[in-house]
């Protein structure tokens, strides 16, 4: 049974546990990691085609929190135009608005950013492109202390991307953000998103972050989930069960979440991106 109706779920498009829609209590957020896939020219799936497809997934979820993870600055803005609601903060990975952002979307009434930085997951994490750890991509992160105007609570919000081809860099970042976060203040809570390119539960990236620093994945947690057991990198193909979850929402604190998804949502064949976004829906206690 529960074969098929994930067989049944990869050919619908959408439609969310939680109806973002509707009203939800109060002091819930909702937040998003989404891997945007750089806006390659390239057809079939060029960024022109999926803008459009970009803006419906996103405007159907409705987050107030979006880690959005490989874009490109133009592309940034133009989801930044799309999106009329958000404001971002981000830095291309090599410095500037070059290459990729690990840029954070924000409900510009709902939050005031009280602080911003960057750091470059390397030996020299406070050099602008660094990269040591034998990868061939640089790889950062954005983070962001959030005053939330409507609950008057105070949080941490880091987005990051693993490397995508090599364990050590993915260990040694995953190493990194743990001590990082260990020097956060540790009476606010954190969430950390990101496409982390390591499948939750059976990478170490996963351990050292979760087992050993004693953040919990928002997935396991929830009170209800939907997409379990879909592959959130899909290629541009259609979802299959089975598949591995390597984009996370991982968390420290009095985090409490009602529910989390894999957004499979698609338009006439056109994907936004090459992941689906997952998107949990929170309260801190």
């Known amino acids: 049974m529960r074969t098929i109706l994930i067989t049944l ?11 973002a829609a509707a009203p939800q ?18 057809p079939p799936n060029a960024w022109p085609q999926r803008r459009p497809v970009m803006r419906e997934c996103i405007q159907g979820a409705n987050p107030d929190l ?19 609601l958000y404001e ?23 939050f005031e950013p009280l602080e911003y930085d960057h750091f470059w997951l390397s030996d020299t994490p406070n050099v602008i492109g660094s990269s040591t750890w034998g990868n061939s991509n640089r790889r950062m992160v954005t983070w962001v202390k959030f005053l939330d ?7 941490y919000f880091l987005n990051t991307h693993l490397d ?3 364990q050590i860099a993915r260990e040694k970042g995953a190493a990194l953000i743990r001590d ?20 939750a539960g059976k990478n170490k990236a996963y351990d050292i972050l979760v087992r050993e620093q004693g953040l919990f994945d928002i997935w396991n947690a929830a009170a209800a989930r939907r997409g379990e057991n879909v592959n959130t990198f899909h290629n541009f193909n259609e979802p299959k069960p089975g598949g591995d979850r390597i984009d996370w929402i991982l968390a420290r604190g009095p985090v409490v979440a009602a529910a989390t998804e894999v957004i499979t949502f698609q338009k006439d064949g056109q994907f936004p991106s090459d992941h689906f976004p997952v998107v949990a829906w929170i309260q801190f206690r």
């Not at 779920?9 to 109806?19: C, D, E, Q």
């Not at 109060?26 to 750089?38: D, E, P, S």
């Open 9 to 19: 779920l990869a050919g619908l498009a959408w439609f969310p546990t939680v109806n």
């Open 25 to 42: 209590p109060a002091g819930t957020l909702c937040v998003m990691t989404f891997n945007l896939r750089f806006a390659s020219p390239k």
């Open 66 to 84: 979006i880690g959005t993870q490989e874009g490109l600055y133009q592309q940034l803005k133009d989801i930044a135009q799309d999106l009329p």
């Open 88 to 110: 971002w903060i981000g830095l291309g990975r090599d410095g500037g608005s070059r290459g990729e952002f690990m840029a954070v979307f924000y409900r510009k009434e709902r």
């Open 149 to 155: 105007r409507q609950t008057q609570k105070r949080f």
């Open 164 to 166: 995508h081809q090599i």
């Open 180 to 199: 990082r976060i260990s020097a956060l203040d540790a009476s606010l809570p954190v969430l950390l998103v990101g496409d982390f390119n390591a499948a």
